[in-house]
């Protein structure tokens, strides 16, 4: 099957701070989507994106889908204690059932 | 506002129990999934459903079962309950066309095997 690697796996920050993770896919998506997994619920979709190049905010947070089509990034600026969380990538081509990431674990040091 | 809705947060079940995990959505989707979640492993797809009475095995389905009857209802069933089934259990649910891939989840349901 499909597979994501998604990194880093976790991450360390000061409040305010900026924060970049990224996603490669082992072949080509037209899909990409960026979920947040706030503790003890489940994900909820931040950003989506259906075309290559594209860039796409949500508040501080801006995402992009990579002009390969086997990558995505996405970027949070000057972090918050609400930004904490698992943040998981995921994707797909045609009907294809998607694939998601292992995660990346964002924790924000007082 | 819409809602996928797993109606146990957490269980504590014993091996060889029979486990019902239900799930239900008010928001007419076509499509159902149930993942589980592990850390290190992300979300691996146990099975889904795109329609009433109707089933598919996703990436992990071994010593799974599922149950459509209704719609806006998808069980996931342990027959047989071990203790490497310990995890975090995440129901979804998307409109079969447009936005297949939008997933909305649910806030999860945690098993513990003993």
């Known amino acids: 099957g499909q597979q994501l690697n998604q990194s880093p796996q976790s991450m360390f920050i000061q409040e305010g701070e900026d924060v970049s993770m990224n996603c490669t896919s082992s072949s080509i998506f037209n899909t990409w989507l960026w979920y947040k997994q706030d503790p003890g619920e489940g994900p909820v979709l931040l950003i989506a994106l259906y075309k290559a190049g594209e860039l796409t905010s949500n508040g501080r947070l801006t995402a992009q889908f990579g002009t390969t089509r086997k990558d995505s990034f996405l970027n949070i600026s000057a972090s918050i204690p609400s930004d904490v969380g698992i943040y998981f990538c995921?994707?797909?081509?045609?009907?294809?059932?998607?694939?998601f990431g292992t995660g990346t674990r964002l924790t924000i040091i007082p | 506002d819409v809602k996928v809705t797993q109606s146990s947060r957490y269980l504590v079940k014993r091996t060889g129990e029979k486990v019902f995990l239900e799930c239900v959505q008010d928001?007419?989707?076509?499509?159902m999934f149930w993942y589980r979640q592990d850390p290190g492993l992300g979300l691996r797809l146990i099975y889904f459903s795109y329609d009433v009475k109707m089933k598919e095995k996703g990436d992990i389905p071994e010593g799974y079962s599922v149950s459509r009857e209704k719609k806006e209802r998808f069980s996931l069933i342990l027959e047989s309950a071990s203790t490497n089934q310990t995890s975090m259990y995440l129901c979804?649910?998307?409109?079969?066309?447009?936005?297949?891939?939008?997933?909305?989840f649910g806030a999860g349901s945690r098993l513990t095997v003993l």
């Open positions: 979804a649910s998307s409109f079969l066309t447009p936005g297949a891939n939008v997933l909305t």
């Open positions: 928001m007419d989707h076509e499509n």
């Open positions: 995921a994707g797909n081509f045609g009907n294809e059932k998607l694939t």
